[in-house]
């Protein structure tokens, strides 16, 4: 017990710990050895030369925990950290897809989530990195802005 207590300390953000709770150990011989050549491929790719360098995965409680019903919007700076979780998904997606020889089990569990078409390029586009739209997001922010200018340097 004092093991689980451990992995469950290092754990970030309400979906993990949940996520951990609800695990149960292995019941037959055949799940371990599948499991255990799932993180054997991990490593392979991990000690190659051209690992994947995922730096800081972002935590995205907050965000997810506002998405529901429709009619409600994002603000701009969380609609840019889904848009960067969504291209790093993307990255890693085909980083295992690349090194299918290497990763068999670890290409296919990422299929799916590549043959999602993923608009984080759009979402990077249009927002800055605080999250505001750009000037050159569509010509009607571009004009509503010259507006609001104009109004400011009049008052």
């Not at 995965?57 to 965000?63: E, G, K, Q, R, T």
Request: a negative charge.
């Amino acid at each position: 017990e004092s093991v689980l207590e451990c992995l469950e300390s290092h754990l970030i953000g309400r979906p993990s710990v949940e996520q951990f709770a609800r695990m149960v150990p292995f019941s037959d011989v055949g799940s371990v050895r599948g499991e255990y050549r799932r993180v054997s491929q991990m490593q392979a790719c991990l000690h190659s030369d051209d690992s994947f360098g995922l730096g800081s995965i972002p935590s995205l409680d907050s965000v997810l925990s506002q998405l529901g019903p429709s009619g409600l919007a994002l603000e701009g700076e969380d609609l840019l950290l889904l848009a960067r979780a969504a291209r790093m998904a993307e990255e890693l997606g085909s980083y295992f897809l690349e090194r299918r020889e290497v990763a068999p089990d670890l290409a296919a569990i990422m299929e799916p989530i590549e043959a999602i078409d993923l608009p984080w390029r759009d979402i990077e586009q249009a927002l800055d990195e605080r999250g505001e739209g750009r000037d050159g997001a569509s010509s009607e922010l571009a004009s509503i802005r010259k507006r609001l200018a104009g109004a400011r340097a009049q008052s």
